[in-house]
């Protein structure tokens, strides 16, 4: 015994220090709702065994939990005002006292030994008007190791019921037991009806073997304790949850808790990394536009440089064609003006000083034209 206890305290340490780690985790990524049920798991890692019972407002959750206390009193108040009721902790303590830890929360210490090993919360209901009172009981399932599911034996099929099952199965995989409660005001025949109703509910909600218990609060307070069905209730908790494995369920609970935050984180660091990747080919997408159109647009300004130049070109050669046939008109004019001046001065001198004289002058203004022509 008292090695399991070592190795108990042992497990409990390493636990702790994993969950310690999930925390600062949970503070890097800025993840404010899981830190916060990481840090509620922390500081309920050394709380005994808790099960938080659920179900729809006056199923008869809180007329269970004391006949399942077998106290002779009333533990929890039983249904005057459903929408002013708080959640109530059950917890062991050698002397009764209640603690108000908020408007919506109280704890209840009293000195019966069953709570040495678990602890009962008693919550309002599932569809209760006041909001707040759904947001805590959810935020006691994360650090909760058993849920029971209280219908009222009646009707277990109101869907804001399964509703609250889907999440706590859903999203937190906890361990859940059903009861239909109030058994003694139906027949054994609608009652056969309606168990195998849930049974067939929860098989297809993915639970395997579903545990459903039928009982009665009234006929266990009356004394009837063959046909209250509290029997069957009390020996599953000692097979199953009490007689020392409290301790150790409870931290395996606390590991499976632990896996399951991990993989919601995984799961967003996998989307978010899934977006990061779609944005980085969003990016390379607009870039290998950009570079095309870049692409183009140096084609474009290449062409109309091609363009401009071959105009400029064009118009150049046509302006030099104008020159030069204007430049050879004036020579031509220039020519026929030359030629005349040279006849009518050879004509002169030939008539002035005989044939020889006259022939140096006609030969320097011949060379003179020729520097025209140059
Ligand atoms: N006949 C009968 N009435 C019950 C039984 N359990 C609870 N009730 C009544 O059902 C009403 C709601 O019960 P309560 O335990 O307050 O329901 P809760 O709102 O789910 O906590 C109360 O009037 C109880 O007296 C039961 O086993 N048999
Ligand atoms: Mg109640």
């Not at 067939?200 to 069905?229: M, R, V």
């Not at 050879?328 to 004289?357: A, D, M, P, Y």
Request: aromatic fraction near 6%; glycine fraction near 4%.
């Amino acid at each position: 015994m008292s090695l399991i206890n070592q190795s108990t305290i042992a497990l409990r340490a390493r636990i702790d220090e994993a969950v310690k780690d999930l925390h600062e985790l949970t503070i890097k990524i800025n993840h404010a709702d899981l830190a916060k049920t990481v840090s509620d798991l922390r500081n309920r890692i050394n709380d005994p065994f808790m099960f938080v019972i659920v179900g729809e407002v006056k199923a008869g959750k809180s007329s269970f939990i004391n006949a399942l206390l077998q106290t002779d009193r009333e533990i929890t108040k039983v249904a005057p005002q459903p929408m002013t009721d708080t959640i109530q902790q059950i917890v062991y303590g050698e002397k009764e006292e209640v603690i108000v830890i908020n408007p919506f929360l109280k704890k209840i210490l009293i000195p019966v030994d069953i709570l040495k090993e678990v602890a009962i919360v008693d919550t309002p209901g599932t569809n209760t008007i006041i909001e707040h009172h759904q947001e805590i009981t959810e935020s006691f399932i994360p650090a909760s190791d058993l849920i029971v599911f209280v219908f009222e034996a009646k009707n277990p099929y109101r869907q804001s019921a399964w509703d609250f099952f889907k999440f706590i199965h859903g999203d937190w995989r906890k361990k859940v037991i059903f009861v239909l409660q109030q058994k003694d005001l139906m027949s054994a025949e609608d009652l056969e009806v309606n168990m195998q109703g849930v049974l067939d509910y929860a098989e297809k909600q993915g639970i395997h073997q579903p545990q459903i218990f039928a009982t009665s609060a009234k006929l266990e307070k009356d004394g009837n304790k063959t046909e209250s069905g509290f029997i069957p209730v009390r020996h599953y908790i000692l097979e199953n949850i009490t007689g020392g494995k409290a301790p150790v369920l409870k931290l395996e609970n606390s590991v499976s808790t632990c896996l399951r935050i991990n993989d919601s984180i995984r799961e967003g660091l996998d989307l978010r990394q899934q977006q990061w990747e779609a944005d980085m080919e969003f990016r390379k997408d607009i870039k290998s536009t950009l570079d095309n159109q870049e692409l183009k647009s140096n084609r474009q300004v290449d062409q109309l440089v091609e363009n401009i130049l071959a105009g400029y070109d064009r118009t150049t050669q046509a302006k030099e064609r104008e020159l030069r046939e204007g430049l050879s008109l004036f020579s031509l004019v220039r020519r026929s003006i030359s030629s005349i001046f040279t006849k009518n001065f050879s004509q002169r001198v030939v008539g002035n000083s005989g044939q020889r004289t006259g022939a140096k002058p006609e030969r320097s203004a011949a060379r003179k034209t020729a520097r025209w022509h140059q």
